[in-house]
């Protein structure tokens, strides 16, 4: 099993470590609204409005959940530690 790996995936395709992707962990809007200082609803306007992409997953009830990438997220709003400065400035 491991060799079949090492030689090619299903499809036939080399793998390779430089050519790999490894993701990243996605988030909900809260922990995004969270850690760049946003409110919840400033991250839901910017999925309804496109500039913020998502990930769109059923839950056990039915119900949508919306994952984002982090990196999108830092592409969007910059920096989170810089944005939390900035935020912290803007409550004084």
Known sequence: ???SFM???ELGEKMTAATEIVPTAL???GFI?????KRRVSVWAA??????????AT?????????VNPLDAER???NP????DQTATNNR
């Not at 999925?47 to 769109?56: E, H, S, V, Y």
């Open 7 to 9: 030689d090619g995936n």
């Open 59 to 67: 839950d056990s009830s039915g119900g949508p959940v919306y994952l």
């Open 47 to 56: 999925i309804q409005n496109g500039r913020l992409p998502a990930l769109t």
């Open 1 to 3: 099993m491991l060799a």
């Open 33 to 37: 609204a969270k850690k760049w200082g």
């Open 76 to 78: 969007l709003w910059g």
């Open 81 to 84: 530690a810089a944005a939390a």
């Open 27 to 29: 988030c909900t809007p």
